[in-house]
């Protein structure tokens, strides 16, 4: 390792709960940290799948109030935010529980900083614009991929510009985070599969990542080795509790991995394909991985032909560069097999969008100014994100 004239941060949860049973501590967690009625942040599809209605069960039986604000949207917007704000103010609520997905997490992460700090969201866009805390917070977790219930990102997308806003922010690391396989045994294959993709991204992006560290670089070898050895498993039998608890800790490892050693090209492109179209973050990340990764194999071949030996590929005898190619080819061979759309045309018609090859300009020149691509082991030119976008069309 180069020895570099730099200080490297590690930042996670102060406490973090994984296991078959984990949320019935949710309400004792939350008087631990000090609240005593929180808004609890979730969208429609957790209510509809009954995970709301366990989580209020088990606060109605610790005699404990809350608020619930509902509304939050997948890719939640800086109107979510806003509305979610006023019904904290209005109810008197002194902290937070996010339950779901990355969506339910970014969005009370939001609705934590104007909280706190005043203003609006759009005040934050960027690297630790808070200059207070957020309330006593716990994320609930019940996707197995963003790992934003243990990360200082939050994404918000700006409705006037249709721009995802990138926050960085150390204060609005969760206090606790908690990852239940219970609460996942529902998640239907389609959304194992995105979800489970999207941690793979924030794995290899952050071991290919200019910042990584030793410690980044251990916790995305495992995560890479736990999803190559589960996600499929997961997305063929929901009820598989083994590779569900399996995917809770890869899809964590991934989040300590890319929260500390941030993440590349993949996620600022996939930020301009949420902005504009309002697709599923997991699956643009997974439709884009590859073509971004071949793009930046020349930068780090040694690191890709690892990746490779991590996934199960037999690399002995090949040289370097084909053994990094084949890291390259392990990740087209899953993404297949668990039902990922070949392109993001197929994705769009999915979702009744048109991803269309004019809006490539725009959103290359959003990508470049992405935070999350400052990482990136390659630096592309315009024309380089141009061709990336138009090969995973």
């Not at 209020?56 to 997948?74: C, F, G, H, N, Q």
Request: hydrophobic share 40%.
């Amino acid at each position: 390792m180069a020895v570099r004239e730099e200080v490297y941060g590690f930042f996670i949860p102060n406490v973090t709960l994984i296991g078959i049973g984990a949320s019935k501590e949710i309400p004792q967690k939350i008087r631990d940290i000090g609240g005593t009625k929180p808004l609890i942040v979730t969208d429609q599809g957790i209510v509809n799948a009954g995970i709301l209605k366990q989580i209020t069960d088990l606060l109605d039986k610790a005699k404990m109030s809350y608020e619930v604000y509902d509304k939050t949207i997948p890719n939640p917007t800086d109107e979510n935010v806003h509305n979610g704000v006023e019904v904290y103010q209005k109810a008197k609520c002194d902290s937070l529980i996010t339950l779901g997905g990355g969506s339910s997490h970014d969005c009370g992460k939001g609705i934590g900083l104007v909280v706190s700090n005043g203003g609006k969201i759009h005040d934050f866009e960027g690297i630790d614009k808070s200059t207070k805390p957020l309330p006593p917070y716990l994320a609930v977790n019940t996707t197995a991929g963003t790992a934003s219930e243990m990360t200082r990102f939050c994404i918000i997308t700006d409705l006037s510009r249709k721009v995802k806003m990138a926050i960085v922010d150390w204060r609005v690391t969760p206090n606790i985070a908690l990852d239940d396989p219970l609460l996942m045994m529902g998640m239907p294959p389609a959304l194992t599969a995105a979800t489970g993709m999207d941690a793979l991204t924030h794995a290899v992006e952050a071991y290919v990542s200019t910042v990584a560290t030793p410690m980044t670089d251990a916790c995305a070898e495992k995560a890479i080795e736990l999803i190559f050895t589960f996600l499929r498993r997961a997305v063929a039998n929901g009820q598989d509790v083994e590779a569900r608890e399996g995917m809770c800790f890869a899809q964590y490892l991934a989040g300590m991995a890319f929260n500390n050693a941030s993440l590349g090209h993949v996620h600022a492109m996939a930020h301009q394909l949420g902005g504009f179209y309002d697709l599923p973050h997991g699956e643009c990340n997974a439709i884009l991985l590859p073509h971004v990764e071949s793009f930046n194999l020349i930068a780090r071949v040694d690191r890709f032909a690892k990746m490779a030996e991590i996934m199960g590929e037999n690399i002995e005898g090949l040289s370097k560069r084909d053994a990094a190619e084949k890291c390259v080819d392990a990740i087209k061979v899953l993404s297949t097999d668990v039902g990922i759309p070949s392109g993001l045309v197929e994705l769009g018609k999915k979702y009744g969008k048109q991803v269309k090859k004019a809006d490539i300009a725009t959103m290359t020149e959003n990508a470049q100014k992405d935070a999350c691509g400052f990482t990136n082991p390659r630096c592309p030119t315009d024309n380089d994100v141009m061709a990336i976008f138009e090969a995973a069309l």
